[in-house]
C-alpha cells in the first residue's frame, strides 16, 4: 500500500453489525442503491439503532490516533451515520452525505466525493469494507483508490487488527 491519509468506512456491515436486520430489508436496501436513477432511500427505523462491531470504536480511535483522516463513506444520510456512530461512541472525523451528492455507492461518482469534500487523493485514501461483493472494491479501484477488505476469510478480522496492520506498512 502506499501512504495512506484517510481511510473512508463503508458502514453497513463493515462498522454497524447487520446480522440481526432482516435480509428482505438488506434486499430492499440494494434494490434500490442499485436502480440507475437516484432517489433518496427511507431507512427502516431499526437501522437507527443498529449496534457496531465490537472492535470499531477502539479500531478507528487507533487509526486517528496513528493521524489518519477517518471518513465515513455510506449511503445511508449523515443524519442516520452520525446517529448510529455517535450511540456507539465512534466518532469519525467527517461523514460524507451522498444524499447531498445524490449519488449511492457502488457508482463511482460516490467515491469520487473523498476528493471532492476532502481534498485527499485517491492514491492516499483507503477504502474498507467487509462486503466484497457490494462494489466497493470495484468502485474504489475505477479511481486509482486503495481498498481492504475486512472480515472475511484471508483478511483483518477486525479494525484492530487492519490499524495494527497499516500502522507496520506506514512505518
Given at each position: ?14 462498522v ?8 428482505e ?49 455510506s ?87 487492519l490499524?495494527?496492520?497499516?500502522k507496520?506498512?506506514?512505518?
Amino acid at each position: 500500500m502506499s501512504k495512506i491519509k484517510c481511510i473512508a468506512f463503508d458502514c453497513f456491515g463493515t462498522v454497524f453489525d447487520m446480522s440481526n436486520v432482516p435480509r428482505e430489508e438488506i434486499a430492499a436496501y440494494v434494490a434500490h442503491v442499485r436502480k440507475n436513477d437516484f432517489t433518496p432511500y427511507e431507512f427502516p427505523k431499526s437501522w437507527w439503532s443498529l449496534k457496531s462491531h465490537p472492535d470499531c470504536k477502539e479500531g478507528i480511535e487507533m487509526l486517528q490516533g496513528q493521524g489518519l483522516f477517518c471518513v465515513a463513506l455510506s449511503n445511508g444520510d449523515a443524519d442516520l451515520v452520525d446517529t448510529v456512530a455517535e450511540q456507539n461512541g465512534i466518532y469519525f472525523h467527517y461523514v460524507i452525505d451522498l444524499v447531498g451528492h445524490r449519488v449511492y455507492k457502488p457508482h463511482v461518482d460516490a467515491y469520487r466525493t473523498i476528493q471532492k469534500d476532502l481534498g485527499y487523493k485517491p492514491s492516499e485514501t483507503l477504502m474498507v469494507t467487509a462486503n466484497p461483493t457490494f462494489g466497493d472494491i470495484e468502485g474504489a479501484a475505477a479511481i486509482g483508490m486503495q481498498s481492504q477488505v475486512i472480515r472475511n476469510p484471508g483478511t483483518p478480522a477486525t479494525i484492530i487488527e487492519l490499524a495494527n496492520l497499516l500502522k507496520e506498512k506506514q512505518a
